[in-house]
């Protein structure tokens, strides 16, 4: 069930340089909520018109609250970050396919990549997969050791390579060239992606040759989040622009899309 | 009074037990989540997405940009085409709600074109009006010259009106020097009512990569943020054209709703206003008669003689 | 680099220090309180309010109103008429401030009106460009008719250019089907730049009196909202005319200015904003050096030489 | 010197029915705020484009505090009304022209007339009158009971004369009517009023012909504030809207301003 509901802002911390993490209180479809899935945040200024897609990095349907973490990109989010404990805002969700959690068991060896704000639905996904009992490594980037963030949630969860762009914290390099630099490579089950389309498009390189099931969660423009506005479409065949990523995604299967 | 017969209104093809539809384009074919937020009988009708001969695929990505109290779109009429609607997309929706009056919006890059999908969507029964799109600037074949053009946009309506078997209203584009005239163009083509006003043509730009954010560089600006213009149209052409007109352009209130029936409309479509909050149309249908209260309106029909009348 | 030479730019009859100075209509003659928030010599030049040839009271009241993002005004040209213009407007605003540029809009109902209007404060030594308003909505004489009308508003252009002694910018309407063609039509009429954009028609409605807020019902609509038309404008325009624009519609930040540069601009004007922030002007002279630092911009001229040579 | 700078809201609080008192403190040209000058007041959301003006109904060189009095008239009242303590709005002022406190002295008779949200100056100038020894008189209107406020501040500093239109507290009818049924009419040296233009016209009518002075503080839809943009304008003389409510007013001499 998709609700539209008032949450309350029970806490706002700037995790590292310009990222944040919002904690939501309030009523939710939490049965319904997936790794990977998101919502879609209706910024209280009224020269707002689209709400922002973030997603669900935590979610406690005990407590009753979401978590989101997310970085100022823009207007949008450096007003987000500006609103105090006990503000109300409109959280429309939870909405998105999720990553697909098949095939995974007790010691199935799975990849998490991520980059930069791709890493919040991978937050939740590594802790969702470590209660599975799967083996989880994760490979992050970030492009300098000041916006880095989720080195415990990711560690909880198993190992982590991590990757800054100019070296000042971990390997010196892209996620990509970091995986590519590991002389031991395990044979995942599966491989979840999430952050800027380049690391994407390099996971699909690396891994549509061998058998490992490929999840990509992509980003796109959104304007309803419910597929109503086919805002936000991504192609699963040449010429057509035939799947939204708020509906039929954000998640799709890496071998099927055209980045 | 019972509160729908104060909002029910009669138009061409339209029995109405309420002014309130979704917008073409903002809702789909109903097809979508929204659906799961309210029950859509409640609807006054659903104003479904364009159709064409074949189907689009529409444009690149980005499709839409925000701007302040506004949003620019460059879908680009991305729909399955005629046959694909009238096979599957019009069937569900037809079925789901079987009192729900649907009204089917018509884009074509040709005359021949608009005629022919006029045609079989009239023709399915189960529509109640088409909807003229003569005003997508998002296409590039001509789409916007149809309704730029008073020759062009008569020609084109009695040549719609000549093949349909439903009740035609023409929507009008708000990137004209005199809205009017064009109002009356298409008015004097048969046309049975008015659609205004469609997006007005706009751009924003990245900064970073310094060129257009929209993947069709150019887009349809709508939102609150235009409301004055569509009222000012509305007003200017309910008093120079005798025809039944659907308000729309940035409707978000019940305030707004009643706004538009003073400069001359005589129902209202709601597109963007659906982003921020799903539940717009249902919301708005709730909260009218309240309104209507506090400004002693009796009922909206009344609203509509006394303001036209007044003429 | 300095500052001052990173944001200089060159324009006929203008040798601008920054690209940043209030539009007209928004800061009267400079004899206004915001005079008391900052120093007008920081601006890159002022453009004073319409000047026409007999004075003007004005529209009734109220003249203003607001709509989301947007303000719709009616002022209707409320001006002491030119000869008071140059006899006490002028003199006070020129000696205050030797150094700044002054602009000089233009009005008014007749060709002949607009020529001697024109002529006399061009001769009058104190002014370094005309801004030529062809647009304004609110006035009924036919002031619109000039800018919605190519071949009006080339005959216009050249009459004015005949006499003037200072280089004349157009000011155009928003408010037509092919802003191009207008731009075009003036660029044939010997105008030596454009301003744009003027306000877009709007209305809005009170709904306790049923009837117009503003005074003269419909007004001219400015601010945030109308952003995307200005630069849609600018952009098509700016690619098919060879004439520096100087642009305005919603200019709020020094994000907005470095979007109109990357539209086509090569200046800009400050309405709306000052409402909300009266030192907006210096605020964004302030704000661009570092905004242009981030976008690796080295200088606007440089910026308009890309813009524009790149078309 | 005109500022404008941003205050923080230290009380907010329902003084009757839709009627609000908000208490700012930030820094300002006190020195300069003369009763009957206002200030324009920027809502914190993008939306609006519109400062809107507020008359100081008590401010406080000490403490730093200016404090306003409103009625929920459309969306921009009912925003301020919904902003917690510690929220920070622009105050752009002080503004406007003030009342004339020429002719005032201790002992002379003045009469302070309002209605409804034209109370506020009126409090302050009451004030500011009976610290100078004047002997003052208020008569004020409202629509009911619920409504009223300002009656403490007004016994404090004189003789209040109270009206209701539906006759739910004090004398039945509107203050133009309570002024009527008064038997003894004093001699004023200076009448003050700010309210409806129904009530400012009752005042001109009634003393224009009297020797006493009167001063009319007016409303106006504002742009700027500044004279910078004549939004508005209102007439002293035929044919012409010669004056800035603004700079010029808000309070015009009663017997030159054409209402
Ligand atoms: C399914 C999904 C999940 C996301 N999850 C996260 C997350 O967990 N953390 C996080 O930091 N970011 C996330 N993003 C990106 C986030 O939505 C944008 O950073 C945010 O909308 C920017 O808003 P803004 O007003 O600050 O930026 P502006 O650039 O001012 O926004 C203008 C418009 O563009 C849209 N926009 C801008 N950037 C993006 C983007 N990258 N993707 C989609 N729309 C964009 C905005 O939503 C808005 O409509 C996610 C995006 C999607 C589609
Ligand atoms: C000099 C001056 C002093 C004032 N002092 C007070 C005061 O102390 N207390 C108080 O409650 N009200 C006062 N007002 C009126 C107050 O400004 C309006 O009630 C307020 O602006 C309404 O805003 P809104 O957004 O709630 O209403 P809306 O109607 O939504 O506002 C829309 C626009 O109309 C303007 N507007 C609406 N009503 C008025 C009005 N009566 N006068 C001027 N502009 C208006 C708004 O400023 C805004 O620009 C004063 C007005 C002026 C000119
Ligand atoms: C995303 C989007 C898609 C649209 N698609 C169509 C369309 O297919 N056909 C059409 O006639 N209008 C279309 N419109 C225009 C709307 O129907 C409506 O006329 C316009 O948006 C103004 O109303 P609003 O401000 O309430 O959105 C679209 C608008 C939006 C925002
Ligand atoms: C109150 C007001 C008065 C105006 N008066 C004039 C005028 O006298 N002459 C003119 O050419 N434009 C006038 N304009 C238009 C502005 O100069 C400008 O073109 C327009 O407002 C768009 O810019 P903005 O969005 O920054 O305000 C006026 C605008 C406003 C808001
Ligand atoms: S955002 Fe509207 S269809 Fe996906
Ligand atoms: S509000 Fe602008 S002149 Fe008074």
């Known amino acids: ?259 | 009074m019972r509160t729908d017969e104060r909002l029910a209104i009669e138009l061409p093809g339209l029995k109405l037990k309420n002014p309130v539809m979704p917008a073409s384009g903002c809702f789909g074919f109903g097809d979508n989540r929204y659906a799961e937020m309210f029950d859509l009988n409640e609807l006054g009708a659903i104003i479904i997405k364009a159709a064409t001969l074949k189907p689009r695929i529409g444009n690149p990505v980005p499709r839409i940009a925000e701007t302040k109290s506004g949003v620019l779109n460059a879908v680009g009429l991305q729909n399955p085409g005629v046959d694909v609607i009238l096979k599957e997309k019009l069937p569900v929706l037809h079925k789901k709600y079987p009192e729900l009056p649907i009204i089917a919006n018509v884009a074509g890059a040709t005359q021949a074109e608009y005629v022919e999908v006029a045609k079989r969507l009239s023709e399915s029964g189960m529509v109640s009006a088409l909807e003229l799109n003569i005003s997508c600037p998002n296409v590039h074949e001509g789409g916007m010259l149809f309704g730029t053009d008073p020759v062009i946009a008569q020609r084109l309506t009695q040549a719609v009106k000549e093949v349909s078997r439903v009740p035609v209203y023409v929507k009008l584009s708000p990137n004209v020097t005199d809205i009017v005239a064009i109002a009356q163009a298409v008015a004097a083509g048969g046309a049975d009512g008015l659609s205004m006003i469609n997006t007005l043509l706009g751009m924003r730009i990245n900064l970073k990569t310094r060129s257009p954010i929209l993947g069709n560089k150019t887009g349809g600006l709508s939102g609150p943020g235009i409301k004055p213009i569509a009222v000012r149209m509305i007003y200017q052409v309910s008093r120079a054209v005798d025809l039944p007109i659907i308000a729309m352009g940035g409707i978000e209130t019940a305030d707004d709703v009643l706004e538009m029936y003073m400069a001359g409309a005589s129902a209202v479509a709601i597109g963007t206003a659906h982003f921020n909050n799903p539940t717009a149309c249902p919301d708005l249908i709730r909260e009218l008669p309240q309104k209507m209260d506090e400004l002693k309106i009796d009922s909206l029909s009344e609203l509509i003689t006394e303001v036209r009348g007044a003429q």
Chains 1, 4 share one sequence.
Do not use: W
């Open chain 1, 1 to 259: 069930m998709l609700t539209k509901n008032d949450f309350q802002i029970i806490e706002q911390q700037e995790l590292a340089h310009d990222i944040y993490r919002v904690i939501l209180h309030g009523e939710f479809n939490y049965a319904g909520v997936k790794p990977g899935c998101f919502v879609m945040l209706k910024l209280p200024d009224e020269a707002y018109q689209l709400r922002r897609p973030l997603a669900i990095a935590a979610c406690d349907s005990v407590q009753k609250t979401i978590t989101l973490i997310y970085r100022i990109v823009g207007d949008g989010m450096r007003l987000l970050s500006k609103l105090a404990v006990g503000t109300i805002v409109n959280i429309l969700g939870p909405l998105g396919n999720g990553f697909s959690l098949e095939n995974v068991d007790v010691g199935t060896e799975v990849l998490l990549v991520g980059g930069g704000t791709g890493l919040p639905p991978l937050m939740m996904l590594a802790q969702v997969l470590k209660e599975k009992g799967c083996r989880v490594s994760t490979a992050v980037g970030f492009r300098t050791a000041s916006m880095i963030f989720g080195e415990t949630e990711f560690e909880r969860s198993g190992q982590l390579l991590l990757a800054t762009d100019d070296g000042s914290r971990g390997f010196k390099g892209n996620v990509g060239e970091l995986l590519a630099s590991q002389t031991t490579v395990s044979k995942y089950t599966n491989v979840y992606a999430c952050g800027p389309e380049g690391l994407l498009k390099m996971v699909q390189t690396r891994f549509v040759p061998t058998e490992t099931a490929i999840y990509l969660s992509l980003e796109g423009r959104m304007a309803c989040g419910v597929g109503a506005c086919e805002a936000c479409v991504v192609s699963t065949g040449e010429g057509t622009f035939n799947k939204c990523v708020c509906v039929e995604g954000p998640v799709f299967n890496g071998r099927e899309v055209i980045l």
